[in-house]
């Protein structure tokens, strides 16, 4: 894009400032009264160059500018006379000058901060007229948000974007519906995925799907990454998607080929992944201390209210002491690439396939059976969308679940229940789950202590409402009556 110019905010740039950007193909186009209106359009860098005669003039220019420069992708440098101007500026202007992705230069020559700016690479100008909506009345997309997408669907001339997930993250997950200007194939392209979430999250995503997607996930069972975004303050991950699919969790709680879907998931999608396990001998040590080194959880994270709840109803243990005992188990296990947040959410399922949409807490090891675990925990924990929010307790969800998580279940998969249950279909995805993680154990209580660790994970945050509470509440009293037979069990 050579055509594209650098606009320069600060005093005039000398005569060799100008000649070194041009001859880089960069020409300056000098904003005199730092108030022009600019087109990114046409911007192929920005220069903020700091002198203390002008530091007011510049400073507010950065800080009108600056964050939608940095969205629209072009490249922002500060030049500054000395390092005190310097550290000046970050103190003054810390919003903009803080970010990791502005170019901060002091006492540059012209042909070095010329260089700079031309070696960065341009985007295809972003669509400032996009349509973008959000479908089903859902959180409309914040300014910075909407660039990000100008950027990436330039070629479209209006997106819909459906949004696929709603968890406590600033991530966001949308399945993008295209309308192109036209080619001799048709407006109608194939939906994209995209997710928005940190820079730092979604570069490490990136990195996931390079180096743990795309060797071990079958094409056509994870997204394929087109592209990403990088803006001031969030960054967006684009690939393909799977038309008409819809998530595990949905499928699993309408009851209808859930079983097939999580076979899937593990016999196909994960498989890879799963087999690296049996390529390197057991480890030996502390299940839950290897699930905090994977950031799975976190003790010091513990919402003391789950405490307070269990004390409530007679069940005084402490945890601190309990947590003590975890890190002195010693049992083999074996380890592989884990997902680390594997849910009913991001899986996608198609025909019986089960496609991963989410590769940001991929772990390079962790204990083989977390994954198993995570699965069969979220899915008869997580509150679903068409429960009475406003109800503490549910007796009939209670029973079931004592039933399904009793200590002795974890010795034989629990037995099979009524089909005309309300709970059926949780009882069938924790029964299948629970055969395949109690088959991947390699020693005794292994994947009990899997699901313990998990059932403690969900009690790092507060519910969103009572019902959701009241499960959190359940999880935290479930886990500590796992924990207790396990340490008793293991450790005498």
Same mark, same amino acid.
């Given at each position: 894009?050579?055509?594209?110019?650098?606009?320069?905010?600060?005093?005039?740039?000398?005569?060799?400032?100008?000649?070194?950007?041009?001859?880089?193909?960069?020409?300056?186009?000098?904003?005199?009264?730092?108030?022009?209106?600019?087109?990114?359009?046409?911007?192929?860098?920005?220069?903020?160059?700091?002198?203390?005669?002008?530091?007011?003039?510049?400073?507010?220019?950065?800080?009108?500018?600056?964050?939608?420069?940095?969205?629209?992708?072009?490249p922002v440098v500060f030049t500054a006379e000395s390092d005190a101007l310097m550290g000046s500026a970050q103190a003054?202007?810390?919003?903009?000058?803080?970010?990791?992705?502005?170019?901060?230069?002091?006492?540059?020559?012209?042909?070095?901060?010329?260089?700079?700016?031309?070696?960065?690479?341009?985007?295809?100008?972003?669509?400032?007229?996009?349509?973008?909506?959000?479908?089903?009345?859902?959180?409309?997309?914040?300014?910075?948000?909407?660039?990000?997408?100008?950027?990436?669907?330039?070629?479209?001339?209006?997106?819909?974007?459906?949004?696929?997930?709603?968890?406590?993250?600033?991530?966001?997950?949308?399945?993008?519906?295209?309308?192109?200007?036209?080619?001799d194939a048709g407006v109608w392209p194939q939906p994209a995925f995209a997710k928005l979430d940190l820079p730092k999250?979604?570069?490490?995503?990136?990195?996931?799907?390079?180096?743990?997607? =795309?060797?071990?996930?079958?094409?056509?069972?994870?997204?394929?990454?087109? #592209?990403?975004?990088?803006? %001031?303050?969030? /960054? &967006? $991950?684009?690939?393909?998607?799977? =038309?008409?699919?819809?998530?595990?969790?949905?499928?699993?709680?309408?009851? #209808?080929?859930?079983?097939? %879907?999580?076979? /899937? &998931? $593990?016999?196909?999608?994960?498989?890879?992944?799963?087999?690296?396990?049996?390529?390197?001998?057991?480890?030996? #040590?502390?299940?839950?201390? %290897?699930?905090?080194?994977?950031?799975?959880?976190?003790?010091?994270?513990?919402?003391?209210?789950?405490?307070?709840?269990?004390?409530?109803? #007679?069940?005084?243990?402490?945890?601190?002491?309990?947590?003590?005992?975890?890190?002195?188990?010693?049992?083999?296990?074996?380890?592989?690439?884990?997902?680390?947040?594997?849910?009913?959410?991001?899986?996608?399922?198609?025909?019986?396939?089960?496609?991963?949409?989410?590769?940001?807490?991929?772990?390079?090891?962790?204990?083989?059976?977390?994954?198993?675990?995570?699965?069969?925990?979220?899915?008869?924990?997580?509150?679903?969308?068409?429960?009475?929010?406003?109800?503490?307790?549910?007796?009939?969800?209670?029973?079931?679940?004592?039933?399904?998580?009793?200590?002795?279940?974890?010795?034989?998969?629990?037995?099979?229940?009524?089909?005309?249950?309300?709970?059926?279909w949780t009882a069938n995805v924790v029964r299948q789950i629970r055969g395949k993680g109690i088959s991947s154990q390699?020693?005794?209580?292994?994947?009990?202590?899997?699901?313990?660790?998990?059932?403690?994970?969900?009690?790092?945050?507060?519910?969103?409402?009572?019902?959701?509470?009241?499960?959190?509440?359940?999880?935290?009293?479930?886990?500590?009556?796992?924990?207790?037979?396990?340490?008793?069990?293991?450790?005498?």
């Amino acid at each position: 894009m050579s055509w594209r110019h650098v606009v320069w905010f600060g005093p005039r740039p000398s005569e060799a400032v100008f000649n070194a950007f041009s001859f880089h193909s960069r020409p300056i186009r000098w904003n005199e009264d730092q108030n022009e209106a600019l087109d990114p359009r046409l911007i192929g860098g920005a220069v903020f160059h700091l002198e203390r005669h002008s530091f007011d003039l510049v400073k507010n220019a950065a800080e009108e500018y600056g964050m939608m420069l940095l969205d629209y992708g072009i490249p922002v440098v500060f030049t500054a006379e000395s390092d005190a101007l310097m550290g000046s500026a970050q103190a003054a202007i810390a919003e903009v000058l803080g970010l990791s992705q502005v170019i901060r230069l002091t006492q540059a020559t012209p042909e070095d901060l010329a260089r700079r700016v031309a070696s960065a690479e341009l985007d295809t100008p972003p669509r400032l007229d996009l349509e973008v909506t959000v479908a089903y009345n859902r959180r409309p997309l914040e300014p910075g948000e909407r660039r990000l997408f100008q950027r990436a669907f330039s070629n479209c001339s209006s997106v819909r974007l459906v949004e696929l997930t709603g968890g406590r993250s600033d991530a966001r997950v949308f399945a993008v519906h295209m309308t192109t200007d036209g080619s001799d194939a048709g407006v109608w392209p194939q939906p994209a995925f995209a997710k928005l979430d940190l820079p730092k999250k979604i570069r490490k995503e990136a990195e996931n799907y390079q180096k743990y997607a =795309e060797p071990f996930i079958p094409f056509g069972l994870r997204p394929n990454i087109k #592209g990403t975004y990088d803006g %001031a303050e969030k /960054s &967006l $991950l684009v690939g393909n998607f799977v =038309e008409s699919s819809e998530s595990l969790w949905a499928m699993a709680r309408r009851g #209808g080929g859930a079983e097939e %879907a999580i076979n /899937s &998931l $593990l016999d196909d999608t994960l498989l890879s992944w799963r087999n690296q396990a049996y390529s390197r001998a057991p480890e030996e #040590g502390s299940i839950p201390v %290897a699930l905090r080194q994977c950031g799975v959880f976190d003790p010091e994270k513990l919402s003391k209210s789950y405490v307070k709840h269990a004390e409530s109803i #007679g069940l005084k243990v402490s945890f601190s002491k309990l947590w003590k005992r975890l890190e002195a188990l010693r049992q083999p296990y074996r380890t592989c690439p884990i997902h680390g947040d594997l849910h009913g959410e991001n899986v996608r399922v198609r025909k019986g396939q089960s496609i991963l949409i989410d590769l940001a807490t991929v772990q390079p090891k962790g204990p083989a059976v977390s994954d198993l675990a995570s699965l069969e925990v979220w899915l008869a924990f997580e509150l679903p969308p068409d429960t009475e929010t406003n109800c503490f307790k549910d007796d009939a969800w209670t029973i079931e679940i004592d039933r399904l998580f009793a200590p002795a279940s974890f010795q034989h998969p629990p037995g099979p229940v009524d089909p005309l249950s309300t709970f059926a279909w949780t009882a069938n995805v924790v029964r299948q789950i629970r055969g395949k993680g109690i088959s991947s154990q390699t020693s005794s209580k292994e994947y009990q202590v899997a699901v313990a660790i998990q059932l403690l994970r969900r009690c790092q945050w507060e519910g969103e409402n009572d019902a959701d509470r009241y499960r959190r509440c359940h999880a935290y009293l479930t886990a500590i009556k796992l924990i207790l037979e396990i340490v008793d069990g293991l450790n005498g």
